[in-house]
């Protein structure tokens, strides 16, 4: 069974560009989370979905929005970067999303922001 | 607000075992974890403990819940040099989030 995938895995843009990640969850997984790995702020959550809805949000600006498709696949958008958005970005993702379900995380996605 | 605490770093000589030690703020999590994360990989779930539960073992590691005094520890049983990562606690509360803590990075020296 294949694991969470995500592409890219690396990423350099400029300031004021924006930038899509996409995350394709494990087969049959309807939940799909975001995180967010900096040096200093270490993990934090971003947003979860499910069923194409978005189920529960992290403390992070407007700049930083995504979508489920019907497939489950998940991208998220950052809209004019700032160089503080470099980071890591993690997929997660889990069955239905429920305390008991293990979450399964992908290798990530390095964005740079020159 | 809910808050994961970690010490930064732990070296240890490969056979020894070694405790990180974590502590956490919400006593209503459901579920607590252990990931591992190695150089540019992702995360990697180790263990997790139930609430309800103060120990729970599963071949070299051995996790201890406190709950009175909010205390998680993961012990890794002769610990090998591909032990050295960084580990990292995790609370998991209503719905879906993870709340981590900033991570220990193990170093295992020969």
């Known amino acids: 069974k294949a694991g969470v995938t995500q592409t890219p895995r690396y990423l350099i843009k400029t300031r004021g560009q924006q930038v899509t990640l996409s995350c394709s969850p494990i087969?049959?997984?309807?939940?799909v989370s975001w995180y967010q790995q900096t040096p200093g702020q270490g993990l934090q959550f971003l947003f979860e979905y499910f069923s194409e809805t978005q189920r529960n949000k992290g403390n992070f600006p407007g700049r930083f929005s995504g979508r489920q498709f019907s497939n489950s696949r998940s991208e998220m958008n950052v809209s004019t970067l700032e160089l503080g958005d470099s980071a890591l970005y993690l997929c997660?993702?889990?069955?239905?999303?429920?305390?008991?379900?293990?979450?399964?995380f992908g290798p990530g996605t390095r964005l740079t922001v020159l | 607000g809910e808050d994961v605490e970690q010490s930064l770093f732990l070296s240890v000589r490969e056979g020894d075992s070694s405790v990180i030690n974590c502590t956490y703020t919400?006593?209503?999590?459901?579920?607590l974890y252990w990931y591992k994360q190695e150089p540019g990989a992702g995360l990697q779930l180790l263990t997790y403990?139930?609430?309800?539960?103060d120990m729970k073992q599963d071949q070299r590691l051995t996790v201890l819940l406190n709950k009175k005094d909010k205390h998680l520890s993961l012990r890794i049983a002769d610990t090998q040099t591909g032990d050295s990562a960084i580990y990292f606690c995790?609370?998991?509360?209503?719905?879906?989030?993870?709340?981590f803590g900033g991570g220990t990075r193990l170093m295992v020296k020969p």
């Open positions: 995790a609370e998991r509360e209503a719905g879906n989030m993870l709340t």
């Open positions: 997660a993702s889990s069955l239905e999303g429920t305390s008991w379900d293990e979450q399964f």
């Open positions: 403990i139930f609430s309800n539960m």
């Open positions: 919400d006593s209503s999590s459901t579920y």
């Open positions: 087969s049959g997984h309807r939940s």
